[in-house]
């Protein structure tokens, strides 16, 4: 899974006490792209028309979304970002409770499929998500998600 390796940057890992809805959770996750120049700002805005108008696609399991919006609504290379939330925050009202926000800006619609396996993987793991959920650093973060994506 060297995907993963070529596709997350330490500067695009980030830890963010608290936001007050998921619209805010989108655009804090989406940021770090935006300004590394991976995507264009309207990305944020599509995948929240996109969360509108078909709900919370994106939110795989409990503490995990795969936040990402289609490769024509302002991808311009591809990345990905991670924000941990300190406080876990709702898509829906009965949905899963989301900590682990995964953002992607795939150029393609097969570049994912390799980083959603990597994080199947990486959440079908309990000490895995749990050392995730309680990292206090990015680096500690990124070392996490390389050393459970290598040699898979």
Request: net charge negative; with cysteine; hydrophobic share 40%.
């Amino acid at each position: 899974m060297k995907e993963i390796y070529n596709m997350l940057k330490k500067e695009n890992i980030q830890i963010i006490s608290k936001v007050k809805d998921w619209r805010e959770a989108i655009h804090v996750a989406v940021q770090p792209l935006v300004n590394g120049g991976y995507c264009e700002a309207r990305y944020i805005d599509e995948i929240i028309k996109n969360t509108e108008k078909l709900g919370p696609y994106y939110v795989l399991c409990e503490n995990l979304a795969l936040v990402h919006g289609s490769t024509d609504q302002g991808v311009l290379k591809r990345q990905i970002a991670i924000t941990l939330l300190e406080e876990p925050i709702k898509f829906k009202e009965d949905g899963y409770n989301v900590r682990v926000m995964v953002t992607l800006a795939a150029t393609d619609s097969d570049s994912h499929m390799e980083i959603l396996q990597a994080m199947s993987q990486l959440f079908s793991e309990q000490d895995s998500v749990q050392n995730i959920l309680n990292a206090r650093t990015e680096n500690e973060i990124y070392d996490l998600f390389i050393h459970a994506t290598e040699d898979k």
